[in-house]
Structure formats: structure tokens, C-alpha cells
């Protein structure tokens, strides 16, 4: 059965099949042929009930997200002897992970088959403004907008002319015109097409639209005896520009930049079977560190005992006491960045048993504790090697922002991050973190207290905070 036709559907049926097409990201008339597919084999989906259909939007669509492809592309192919490119172009495309509908030009279709594109795409080529199979359900609209980006190549002189003055005769034409998402354009012309005045006026307004454009090259033309500029960017080029717009770099503030971080709870031995520790579980530390390095930063975390894998990209150092932490965060330095996320354990037993310690009749053998050393602290009074900028963090259960400002004050770092660590609160071990930055604002204490958030939030905040805060200062990296 080369097609499918049918007449007389309810408005509620014809509203099931765009959205669960549009959905699914097919046309209405694949999305009929695996309906009836799932029909046949007995798993079809529930037909009711219907909702209405939204009501019209002019705000853009969203960024699609989930599993691959990563991306989608509506490719306009136009009538121009670079069309063959196109096929290659598809074959790029497809290679970086990119979903590829293709609409040809009637002009297109003399030099590249519908057939071809879709054996090469995988999917139904579109030609026909008022082909009743999409069109019932506005396909152009759907091929104009449910896409990541609209490439035009080969976009010829005709083509360019119709975008530039609103045209919408055709198909290609009326996706162009009806579109909210970028355009890329690969022109492919005659020299004296591409030099006519006409040509250079289109392109003037289709750049001040924000048309983005990839060549055209110069070299030999289809024509005997013809050379110059107007040959369209070869498949690489133009597939490498499309996945820029689909996939810009991520900015990296903090380049060129050593942050260290610290992390976890630490373990403090009694004897070769107990020890003292606290319910940190590392993850807002390791959140810290993933997010710092996707801004750049080179990172060196020093981590106690938790069960978290290694952040991509960051060197991290396994501990267990806060004597280990200290000594790994020491040898770590310089560094531009320090952030104590670890709860270290405040004491530690004077006398570790080397064997396990045995009950007696007399009850609990005595434990001597001493104190920890302050790592936040000795790296904050640090004279020689003390980063431009120390950041603590503050666990409390009780009068939360008075306690961290007198811990900002005692311990001497730059910023305080502190956060209730109440059984209540499900910080401690949980996923959600509820923060406030504590920081010096010249002679004034400042608070800023941020809403209820996962810790990956929480340290993708934090971490734009500090690259604002080091472009400010413009801090010196270290070395």
C-alpha cells in the first residue's frame, strides 16, 4: 500500500493523530501505519479520551531533550546542480547524531530523487505544499517548527529572492516564512548570479533577519569556462556549521583556572574496626566539582568515604581522616579557588587501639578525644600559597545565619555556604539542598538566601557566582 487516505474523522480523532504524531515526531500518515501496526499485534495505545488541543502560541517551541538523536534538522533542498551535495549532506548530518527531514523543490527533484533523500534520511521526503496526506493537519507548520534548525543547501538565487520578500508559494518557501527557529543557508549560484545586484540586496535583508550564512566557496562552476565565487560549501563545512548552531560551546568561565575542592565525611578511627564519623554523603562536594569543571577549571578533589564515582575530568584524591584531608589539600596548593564542602570530623580518639577494643566488666573502655585540625581555617590565615578566594561550608542545626557569620568571621575565609543539616530537612544523604551564601560586602555582612534546590542546581549556582566573582577581580591564575 504506497499511501494512505482517510476521509470523515472526528474532530477528536483527527485531534488524537496530530498530537500523538507531533508526539512522536512522524507524519499523520506514518503515525496511522503504526497505529494500525500496534493494532494488528495487539499493544495498540488507549484512543480516549481526546483532550482539546492547546490554544495558539507565539512564544517558541522548547528545545526538545531526551535520548538520541540529540538534535533535528529540516533540510530544504533547492534546484540548483549542488543538490547532489545534499545527499552527503544527509550522511554528515546523520553521523553527529542529527534527525534529518528532507523537502525538495520541485526544481530539486530534476536533479536528486525523492527516493534517494529518503533512503539516505530514513524518513518521508516532503514536496508538495497541498499534499492531503500532512496537510490536513498543517504538516508545513510542523516541518517549519518541531526541528532544532532549518538548513537550506543548495539555496539558490530564486529561493533566496522569496525568503527575502516573504514569499510563500511553495512548500519550501512557506516553511521558511512560517518558521521561529534559526536558518542556515548554503548558497549555490552562477559568479554573475551571486554578484548581481539583486542577489547582494536579498542577502543584506536575509542577514539582517538573522539568517545565518556557510560560503559560498570559490572554484570551477557546472559551466564550461565558468570560475569564481558561488560554489556551494562542501557537506563537511556545512555540516559542522549546523552543529555549532545545534550544539554551541558551553561557555567555560573558569578556563585557565585551579579550583579545589573538598568533599565527603571523613573517617576517624577508634581501632582497626570502629571509627567516628557523620552522615555526609559528598554529594553537594562532587556536584562542586562536576560543575566547576564543565566551566573549565582544572579541579583537584580531595574526598573522604563516600560511594559516589569520580566526576569526568577531575583528579581526585581518596582519604580517610582529616589529617589525610589536610595533607592531600596542602599539597594540592596553589590554587585560584578553594571550596571546603567536606564535614570533617571536629574530633578524633588520642589513642587509636590497634586491636579491637573488648567490653569489660567494668563497662566502656575510656575514649580520649582531641581536636581535628581546622583545615578550613588553616588554609584561610595561610600567608604564602592562600588562594584569592576560600569558601566554607556551614552545617548547622540551629540559629543557621548567626552561626555562619561568626564562622566567616573566625575562620577567615571569603564565603560562607551555609545550609540546615536538621534530620528534618533531608540534607544530609538527600538529593535537595536549601543554601545561603554569606559573604563581605566591604565593611557589611552580606546574606543571600537561595530557594530549595538539588545540589546539582545549588553548585551550577554557586560555581556562576564564583566566575562573576573572579572576573570581577580579575584573579591571577595560579601557578
Known sequence: MASLTIRKLDDAVKTYLRLRS??????????????LRELIEGREEPLTPFS???????APTPQRTGALPEASVTLIIGGGIAAYKSLDLIRRLKERRVEVRCVLTKAAQQFVTPLAVSALSHERVYTDLFDPQSEFDAGHIRLARDCDLIVVAPATADLMAKMANGHADDLA??????????????????????????????????????????GPNSGEMAEAGEAGVGRMSEAIEIANAAERLLRPPVPRPLAGKRVLITAGPTHEPIDPVRYIANRSSGKQGFAI?????????????????????????????????????????????????????????????????????????VGMPP???????????????????????VIGFAAETEHLIDNAKTKLARKGCDWIVANDVSPATGVMGGDRNTVHLISRNGGEIAVDSWPVMTKEQVAIELVARIA????????????
Do not use: Y
Not at 482539546?52 to 507565539?58: F, I, L, N, Q
Open 468 to 479: 562573576r566573582s573572579v572576573t570581577d577581580k580579575s584573579l591571577e591564575p595560579a601557578s
Open 289 to 361: 566539582a562536576a560543575a566547576a569543571q564543565a566551566a573549565g577549571a582544572e579541579v583537584i578533589l580531595v574526598s573522604g568515604p563516600v560511594d559516589l564515582d569520580d566526576p569526568a575530568g577531575v583528579t581526585v584524591k581518596h582519604v580517610e581522616s582529616a589529617r589525610q584531608m589536610l595533607e592531600q589539600v596542602q599539597t594540592a596548593l596553589p590554587a585560584d579557588i578553594a571550596i571546603f564542602a567536606a564535614a570533617v570530623a571536629d574530633w578524633r580518639v588520642a589513642n587509636e587501639g590497634e586491636q579491637k577494643l573488648k567490653k569489660t566488666e
Open 367 to 389: 575514649l580520649q578525644l582531641v581536636e581535628n585540625p581546622d583545615i578550613l581555617a588553616t588554609i584561610s590565615k595561610l600567608t604564602d600559597k592562600r588562594p584569592p578566594l
Open 173 to 214: 518557501s512557506a516553511i521558511l516564512l512560517a518558521t521561529n527557529r534559526k536558518i542556515l543557508l548554503a548558497p549555490a549560484m552562477n559568479p554573475l548570479m551571486w554578484n548581481n545586484a539583486a542577489t547582494r540586496r536579498n542577502l543584506a535583508q536575509l542577514q539582517r533577519d538573522g539568517v545565518v550564512l556557510i
Open 22 to 35: 507531533a508526539r512522536n515526531r512522524r507524519s499523520v500518515e506514518e503515525e496511522v501505519r503504526v497505529i
Open 52 to 58: 482539546a488541543p492547546p490554544a495558539p502560541s507565539t
